[in-house]
Nanobody, 129 residues
C-alpha cells in the first residue's frame, strides 16, 4: 500500500491538531492495522495509536490515551486514517508517521514497529507552551 500523510503544523498547548493519511494501493483484498508513530528530536520512534481495519478496535500509547483519537474512514477508492490530537502538550512535538501492517483479519491490531511494512512520509507537529 501507499501512504500519504498531511495535516499537522503548529499548535498551542491545550489546543488541537488533526493529521490525516490517505491509504491507496492493494486495499480491497487485504487487511491492515493502521497506526501512527512519532519521533521526537533526539528520541527513538514510538507507537502512538493503532486501528483495526474495521475501525472498531483501537489501541493507544498511555501518553496519549484520552487525548488522541484514531479513526479509519473509507470511500470508493481509498481509506483515510486520521489522528485527532486534543489537549496538546509540548511533549507531543515530533515528526508523525502513518504506517500499515498486513494482518489476517479485520479485527487484528498490532503495535510493534517491526510489524509495519509500509510507512508514509513524516509530518511535523510542533506544540508551543
Amino acid at each position: 500500500v501507499q501512504l500519504q500523510a498531511f495535516g499537522g503544523g503548529s499548535g498551542q498547548a491545550g489546543g488541537s491538531l488533526r493529521l490525516s493519511c490517505r491509504v491507496t494501493g492493494e486495499i480491497f483484498n487485504s487487511y491492515y492495522t493502521m497506526a501512527w508513530f512519532r519521533q521526537a528530536p533526539g528520541k527513538e520512534r514510538e507507537f502512538v495509536a493503532a486501528s483495526s481495519w474495521s475501525g472498531r478496535r483501537t489501541s493507544y500509547a498511555d501518553s496519549v490515551k484520552g487525548r488522541f483519537t484514531i479513526d479509519l474512514l473509507r470511500d470508493i477508492a481509498s481509506y483515510t486514517v486520521t489522528l485527532q490530537m486534543d489537549t496538546l502538550k509540548a511533549e507531543d512535538t515530533a515528526v508523525y508517521h502513518c504506517a500499515a501492517a498486513r494482518v489476517p483479519n479485520v479485527r487484528a491490531v498490532v503495535t510493534t514497529q517491526a510489524s509495519f511494512e509500509s510507512w508514509g512520509q513524516g509530518t511535523l507537529v510542533t506544540v508551543s507552551s
